[in-house]
């Protein structure tokens, strides 16, 4: 059964604690994304890789880090540089056939994170 | 810069009826692609229907089609028949350019009332 897969469902943070957000897909796609959605928001993209050893910054990186070692894999860690860290985090996939925009995203069911 | 505008933060629709959720997008790129999901209260956001900027008709998927005017730069959600299973929150994005970056609106939340 193909899909994408993370966890956490729910992430509790302490004060100056680093945390990592697991994102695994098995739908054999290329690129793989993290966006952030707070309450009563649409997503703002974080960080984005379509290839295997390579990522982008999207448009709040601040205080976020990513890494990219298999095609299946993209967690995401949430620094102590992040002040505002809480949020649903959601991340998604996609094919990358090199026509960017007729490439749908299939999403995670998402994690929330909460700092105590 | 591209930009999603959706101007109906919540709507109300009867059991059976159809439903228009609106909005808006600004970009300029020519080619660009412009998507629905719906969002409901689990959180997981579900693709619904996809547009392309050079489509000639507009796209249909089952209950759900997109009314893409593109001179008007609109691309409205059209839900025939609404379902109580339908009561979520939709949000409109767009893409664009070399990379497949989506851009979100702020979303409607929809409620179907029996």
């Known amino acids: 059964d193909g899909g994408i897969t993370q966890s956490p469902k729910y992430l509790f943070r302490k004060e100056g604690q680093n945390v990592t957000l697991s994102c695994e897909q098995n739908?054999?796609?290329?690129?793989m994304y993290w966006y952030r959605q707070d309450p009563g928001q649409g997503l703002r993209l974080i960080y984005y890789?379509?290839?295997?050893?390579?990522?982008q910054k999207g448009d709040i990186a601040e205080g976020y880090s990513v890494s990219r070692e298999k095609k299946e894999s993209f967690p995401l860690t949430v620094t102590s540089a992040q002040k505002n860290p809480t949020a649903f985090y959601l991340c998604?996939?996609?094919?990358?056939?090199?026509?960017?925009?007729?490439?749908?995203?299939?999403f995670g069911p998402g994690t929330r994170l909460l700092v105590l | 810069a591209q930009k999603i505008t959706q101007t109906q933060p919540g709507m109300f629709v009867q059991e059976k009826e159809a439903v228009t959720l609106d909005c808006t997008y600004d970009?300029?790129?020519?080619?660009?692609?412009l998507f629905w999901y719906k969002q409901p209260s689990s959180g997981e956001m579900i693709f619904l229907i996809y547009?392309?900027?050079?489509?000639?008709q507009n796209a249909t998927e089952g209950r759900y089609s997109l009314n893409f005017q593109k001179a008007r730069k609109s691309a409205n959600l059209v839900i025939s028949a609404s379902q109580l299973g339908d009561s979520a929150m939709y949000f409109c994005?767009?893409?664009?350019?070399?990379?497949?970056?989506?851009?979100f609106g702020t979303g409607t939340l929809l409620a179907v009332q029996p």
């Open positions: 998604a996939s996609s094919i990358d056939s090199g026509y960017g925009n007729q490439e749908t995203q299939y």
């Open positions: 739908l054999n796609h290329d690129a």
């Open positions: 890789s379509q290839i295997v050893n390579d990522f």
């Open positions: 970009t300029s790129d020519p080619s660009y692609g």
């Open positions: 547009q392309g900027s050079y489509d000639q």
């Open positions: 994005a767009m893409n664009g350019g070399a990379t497949n970056k989506l851009i």
